[in-house]
């Protein structure tokens, strides 16, 4: 019974990030938004909190730019979560401790260094306060509407589905914190697709 659901509910997740079948842009006419980028032929427009009713075009605009921005730290997040994994910078995160030394996936929480954190959280405003790594440095040079929308809903997706694979990877690394189903339970064995 688990593995059927765990199937249907593989489907359904693959399906919500599916290529959209039609790409339209919002009439001026319609206060809705079914049918801004992003919405894709399965779910539709999938607002099952209702966030989007009774807000203004402005509200919406700011709820999709801190969708984009959480899809790509997500799409960030889940690169830097398997890299480790098979890749390890050579140097030192900070003095006397290499790379090497930093155990992956939550473990590295408490390896890294007060210095280490200093560079990542510098590197990271640096990126939000400059603003580089933004959607094309060219601003959609040789490219139409259409395939400039385009790209623009598979961004969204990408993060969508990244946002729900860094969730993942980091419940099932962290399982290990509260105990596993079995006496000698080994959650984490390799790469984290690997059970």
Do not use: C
């Amino acid at each position: 019974m688990f593995r059927v659901i765990v199937a249907l509910a593989s489907l359904l997740v693959a399906a919500a990030f599916a290529p959209m079948s039609r790409i339209s842009t919002r009439s001026s006419l319609k206060m809705g938004y079914e049918t801004e980028l992003g919405v894709t032929s399965f779910p539709g427009f999938f607002d099952p909190l209702g966030l989007s009713k009774d807000i203004d075009a402005d509200t919406f605009a700011q709820y999709r730019t801190s969708e984009l921005k959480h899809g790509r730290v997500a799409q960030l997040a889940v690169i830097g979560y398997v890299v480790p994994e098979v890749f390890k910078f050579p140097g030192d995160i900070a003095p006397g401790i290499s790379f090497a030394s930093i155990p992956n996936g939550i473990a590295a929480i408490e390896a890294v260094p007060a210095l280490g954190w200093f560079q990542i959280f510098f590197a990271i405003g640096a990126v939000d306060y400059y603003g580089f790594l933004t959607f094309g440095d060219t601003k959609g040079e040789g490219k139409t509407k259409e395939e400039l929308d385009e790209l623009k809903t598979k961004e969204l997706n990408n993060g969508r589905l990244a946002m729900i694979a860094i969730l993942e990877l980091l419940r099932h690394d962290s399982q290990h914190l509260i105990g596993g189903l079995y006496e000698g339970d080994k959650l984490i064995t390799g790469l984290p697709f690997l059970y």
